[in-house]
Antibody, heavy 119, light 107 residues
């Protein structure tokens, strides 16, 4: 059974750094794209970034390029999303997604990580 | 970027009604379209992929259709547990993009 277990909620101040994680199990981690989707509470879904763990090929939404970094550690089957300098506008729920073989459709979702950035 | 225009933004229907949600892509995406269901406080879940294919375990009252750049999600007989927000997503090319969502409520 495919499972994506995300790290817990975070409360940070503007300007701080953050790295959230998504631990995958139940499949061969290297062989499937894994990504992140943002949702501001009460709003719609926004695609952030995706990575192919086998070769670390990463793609970003233009809206998030330069603002976040996606990475993956094959040895511990974990994907990450990190910020070097958070803004209040980064406050949202971030979902980890695993995509099907050969496609970019998100067949599996993590439970979400709530990030709150407030002074 | 490919824009996904989803309509309506909300719909209210009775149990047993047929509900149709539409997504229009701004350019050709083939059949690379997915539909997701999100219930309040929960993560989205995949309903349909490749425009037509139901994910295993999804009730057969859900169906997908495509005609050119127009895609539809139909719930043939609305059930109380279908109260949720539905999103389309194009999976043809980067950046991946979502529709704005359709909130389905039960009258």
């Amino acid at each position: 059974e495919v499972q994506l277990v995300q790290s817990g909620a975070e409360v940070k101040k503007p300007g701080e750094s953050l790295k959230i994680s998504c631990e995958a199990s139940g499949y061969t981690f290297s062989n499937f794209w894994i990504g992140w989707v943002r949702q501001v509470p009460g709003k719609g879904l926004e695609w952030v970034a995706i990575i192919y763990p086998r070769d670390s090929d990463a793609q970003y939404s233009p809206s998030f390029q330069g603002q976040v970094t996606i990475s993956a550690d094959k040895s511990i089957r974990t994907a990450y999303l990190q910020w070097t300098s958070l803004k209040a506008s980064d406050s949202a729920i971030y979902y980890c997604t695993r995509h099907a073989s050969g496609t970019y459709e998100a067949h599996y979702w993590g439970q979400g990580t709530l990030v709150t950035v407030s002074s | 970027d490919i824009q996904m225009t989803q309509s309506p933004s909300s719909v209210s229907a009775s149990v047993g009604d047929r509900v149709t949600i539409t997504c229009r892509a701004s350019q050709d995406i083939g059949s690379w379209l997915a539909w997701y269901q999100q219930k309040p406080g929960k993560a989205p879940q995949l309903l349909i992929h490749a425009a037509f294919t139901l994910k295993s375990g999804v009730p057969s009252r859900f169906s997908g259709y495509a005609s050119g750049t127009d895609f539809t999600l139909t719930i043939s007989s609305l059930q109380p547990e279908d109260s949720a927000t539905y999103y389309c997503q194009q999976a043809n090319s980067f950046p991946l993009t979502f529709g704005g969502g359709t909130k389905v409520a039960i009258k």
